[in-house]
């Protein structure tokens, strides 16, 4: 499927409420993420003013969540870009395949939190923008 930043969404987990404090729990078998997650990490101690991705992944699909804090993810197709605030903790967004994607606006604290389909592979990586564009033709 060639993906476009309109097949990205935002998906809404479930949240156990509890005045001790909440929990949200995310399971392969629910199949609340459209794709079974691999690899799990999450980004923090992130400086101000700092900003993060300015790749894309030729197959990996990912679902991130502002575990804590908030965040702004933007999302390009080589057409269309799209800009998405993160800031609640029960709140993913879906990331298909095939998206160049930067995330900036981090609060101070913020967690960044990601679902992924696979382990880490450098080779899935397009990091060169003018890349990206000719992979984007190709499709
Ligand atoms: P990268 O995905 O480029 O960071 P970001 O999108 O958050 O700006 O990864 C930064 C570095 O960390 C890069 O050298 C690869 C390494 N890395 C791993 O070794 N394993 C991982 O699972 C991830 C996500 C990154």
């Given at each position: 499927m060639i993906s476009s930043v309109y097949d990205s969404t935002i998906i809404e987990l479930p949240k156990i409420h509890n005045i001790a404090g909440n929990i949200t729990a995310i399971d392969n078998a629910d199949k609340m993420v459209p794709f079974d997650v691999s690899r799990i990490y999450y980004l923090y101690d992130i400086p101000g003013g700092e900003?993060?991705?300015?790749?894309?992944?030729?197959?990996?699909?990912?679902?991130?969540?502002?575990?804590?804090?908030?965040?702004?993810?933007?999302?390009?197709?080589?057409?269309?870009?799209?800009?998405?605030?993160?800031?609640?903790?029960?709140?993913?967004?879906?990331?298909?395949?095939?998206?160049?994607?930067e995330l900036d606006n981090f609060s101070s604290g913020a967690i960044c939190l990601v679902l992924a389909s696979h382990c880490y592979s450098e080779q899935d990586y397009i990091r060169d923008y003018g890349d990206f564009k000719v992979f984007r033709e190709k499709l």
């Amino acid at each position: 499927m060639i993906s476009s930043v309109y097949d990205s969404t935002i998906i809404e987990l479930p949240k156990i409420h509890n005045i001790a404090g909440n929990i949200t729990a995310i399971d392969n078998a629910d199949k609340m993420v459209p794709f079974d997650v691999s690899r799990i990490y999450y980004l923090y101690d992130i400086p101000g003013g700092e900003s993060r991705g300015a790749h894309a992944h030729k197959e990996l699909q990912q679902l991130i969540i502002a575990a804590s804090g908030s965040f702004d993810i933007t999302l390009d197709d080589g057409k269309t870009k799209r800009t998405f605030n993160l800031s609640r903790p029960y709140l993913g967004l879906y990331m298909p395949s095939g998206l160049w994607r930067e995330l900036d606006n981090f609060s101070s604290g913020a967690i960044c939190l990601v679902l992924a389909s696979h382990c880490y592979s450098e080779q899935d990586y397009i990091r060169d923008y003018g890349d990206f564009k000719v992979f984007r033709e190709k499709l």
